[in-house]
């Protein structure tokens, strides 16, 4: 039997509501007629040719919410060790995640549509890294002392309000991420400015939280973590939606890498920074791209996401002339398998021959629609897949195909068959959808959802970043309503003396750093690397005290560390004392600048450093002797090009005495001995 499911995507729309009905009410508010004016002419240029102008157009805005990890040896609410990443793990736990109403007698959004996916949830855990603390069997510890004291610091760089009293919070994590079904976090700091060109950006507040599992893979109904990660001590940094460009989203977001990096308290490498980014456009809606890894993405990605609320937001209006809106919209299920039973398009094909069925879903009045663009080469029938694929985890790609892009998929005569069993018209588009029973019919209801959802206007969602610079759906987005007490914890109190204590220990804020590098002529090609150096305060000193050349200085903290590492040398083990004593060898004239690279490798390869080790410099008579040496080497030698000559005998006589004398010198003495 054909059933219209207006009813029940009634029902469903209005869940799914219960987070972006907060920006955007059930009954449309018209906007002015100016407005929909410029939504109609308007069309989005290439990435390239976008001005300031256009995206003020639009009305572009723009936040962030950055996730750091903090450098502690132990986590946040346990005493396990932090940074110990492994593939490996020593046994595998299964759990389901259920939704609960709240206080308030009501279901999150997220929690109904993480329900409706029916996954295993399965925990890789290695006995190193996990204690039973995590799997929510022993209740948690003290906040960890040196994660907290980290977090205000960077709090007070932000120039924010430190609270008097910190209290622990529990915000639900829904996508089973985080085995107890929540993460333990608490906004210690508010009310923060970031200078930017010639204003400032809001840091509306910065949080203490422990970050969630690795995610493995995701298919079908199986989802699998590693806990390693599990329970590490970060820091989300919440701007203002202040930015209002794409280019200022990823500035932004540099001055606040480079802000934490400056301490020298916080984790670097792939995966340690994680930006959420927040777009909006007017008449739109917050989305949240999440999980973006690498900042030079950002420009791109808020592009895209800027362009596809503005192409949702003309679809909505095209749906209103054509008189379809959330009151007026309607729609059709069925199962059409039996049309299909000698189908050659092989997806269905495949499908069939495994026992699966088909379901059509018409939509009455979208003719054409789900040919829209929504971003480049990117068109609204994605927009409807993606949920299929999350929610009714019909992940097998394509999950589905429709009348409006009728070629390349079942007959002509096959599409007529169900269009008459549907009763369609020629204004109606017809979407099948294939897999288990069970499956095809959620999938069915989240192609009449998201379909509806289009004459609303932008449901807020999370979003994944893609690789093309697109995204796609990931979850609805949560409500204010995840966060409540933790009754397991007391609060906190931050004392002034604590307050004073951390702030005496404070780096020079980077951007005065920079400044005061490229006075004392520190290479510009340097001074954002010596910026965020964990070894920027001993530069101050060399330079300073011990009157170490500038150049010289940031060469060796910056140039040479990259060296060591293209080497895949450790070089985590070159403490700040070590360096001074490397540096302070080359001050008393036991070593050449030349060796303090191979100083600083002997340090890495052996975890010491002895000036009793390190070689006799070269006297003027040794250097004598070597250089004549090469010289009648040289002279026995047939040489092509006579003008490498000289640059010939520098090789030979450096391969003799690299380490124990200066090249210049070297130099000096060869273009004299040739003259």
């Known amino acids: 039997m054909r059933a219209d499911s207006e009813q029940q995507s009634h029902i469903r729309v209005s869940a799914t509501q219960i987070s972006f009905t907060k920006n955007a009410p059930k009954r449309l508010t018209p906007l002015p007629e100016q407005q929909t004016t410029v939504m109609q002419e308007f069309q989005f240029k290439p990435f390239h040719e976008m001005t300031d102008a256009d995206y003020a157009t639009v009305g572009f805005k723009s936040g962030l919410e950055i996730h750091q990890q903090l450098l502690t040896s132990k986590k946040l609410f346990c005493r396990c060790p932090a940074g110990q990443y492994s593939d490996q793990y020593d046994a595998e736990i299964l759990r389901h995640m259920r939704p609960t109403l709240s206080e308030l007698g009501e279901y999150d959004g997220t929690a109904l549509m993480e329900f409706k996916t029916k996954k295993d949830i399965i925990y890789r855990i290695h006995r190193n890294t996990v ?56 906004i210690i700091c508010l009310n923060g400015t970031i200078p930017y060109k010639n204003r400032e950006v809001k ?136 049309f299909l039973r000698k189908t050659r398009y092989l997806p269905i094909q495949h499908a069939l021959e495994e026992g699966m069925t088909v379901n059509c879903v018409a939509l009455r009045g979208y003719r054409g629609l789900l040919r829209w663009k929504t971003q480049t080469d990117t068109f609204f029938s994605k927009e409807i897949s993606d949920r299929v694929r999350v929610i009714a985890c019909l992940t097998t790609l394509p999950n589905l195909i429709h009348s409006d892009n009728p070629s390349e998929s079942i007959a ?173 060898a080359h001050k008393n004239g036991k070593i050449t600048k030349d060796a303090i690279y191979y100083s600083m490798k002997k340090v890495v390869q052996e975890g010491s450093f002895s000036e009793e080790s390190l070689p006799e410099p070269c006297s003027r008579e040794e250097l004598a002797a070597v250089v004549h040496g090469s010289m009648t080497l040289l002279s026995g030698m047939k040489i092509n090009h006579e003008e490498k000559k000289q640059e010939i005998l520098m090789g030979m006589v450096l391969g003799k005495l690299r380490g124990r004398i200066e090249s210049t010198v070297v130099a000096e003495y060869i273009a004299q001995e040739l003259k």
Not at 247 to 259: F, H, K, S
Not at 306 to 314: E, G, S, T, V
């Open 131 to 186: 204690c039973t603390y995590e799997m929510d069997d022993t209740p948690p510890f003290q906040i960890n002392d040196e994660a907290l004291d980290i977090a205000l610091g960077i709090g007070m760089m932000y120039g924010c309000d430190v609270v008097d009293e910190i209290h622990i919070a529990r915000k639900q994590y829904l996508d089973g991420s985080i085995p107890t079904g929540f993460q333990r976090t608490s």
């Open 412 to 584: 002509t005569a096959e599409w007529q068959s169900i269009k008459k069993a549907m009763s369609a018209s020629d204004d109606d588009t017809l979407v099948l959808v294939w897999g288990s029973k069970q499956d095809i019919e959620m999938g069915a209801k989240e192609i009449v959802i998201r379909a509806k959802e289009a004459t609303i206007g932008i449901p807020s969602e999370t979003r994944q970043a893609l690789r093309d610079g697109t995204n796609g759906f990931e979850r609805i987005l949560p409500g204010a309503d995840r966060m409540y007490p933790d009754t397991d914890l007391p609060p906190k109190r931050i004392t002034d003396e604590r307050r004073e204590k951390i702030r005496a220990t404070l780096p020079l804020d980077f951007w005065k750093r920079e400044q005061y590098y490229r006075s004392t002529g520190v290479p510009d090609d340097l001074v954002q690397s010596l910026t965020v150096s964990r070894f920027a305060p001993l530069f101050g000193m060399l330079v300073k005290d011990w009157k170490i050349n500038p150049t010289l200085a940031s060469v060796v903290l910056v140039q040479f560390q990259k060296r060591l590492k293209r080497e895949r040398l450790n070089v985590g083990v070159l403490t700040e004392e070590l360096m001074k004593r490397i540096f302070l």
């Open 203 to 338: 840091v509306v507040q910065l949080s203490i939280e422990e970050d969630s599992c690795r995610e493995v893979s995701d298919r079908g109904h199986e989802r699998i973590y590693l806990t390693d990660r599990l329970g590490m001590p970060l820091i989300e940094t919440v701007t203002g939606p202040d930015m209002r460009t794409p280019q200022e989203v990823a500035e932004v977001a540099q001055l606040c890498r480079g802000m934490v990096r400056s301490t020298g308290n916080v984790r670097t490498g792939m995966g340690a920074a994680r930006e959420d980014v927040n777009v909006s456009v007017t008449g739109g809606t917050r989305i949240e791209i999440k999980g973006v890894p690498r900042i030079p993405h950002i420009p791109l990605l808020t592009y895209y996401e800027a362009m596809r609320q503005w192409n949702l937001l003309r679809l909505r209006d095209e749906l209103h002339k054509r008189g379809i809106t959330p009151e007026s919209f309607r729609s059709a299920t069925d199962n059409v398998t039996k």
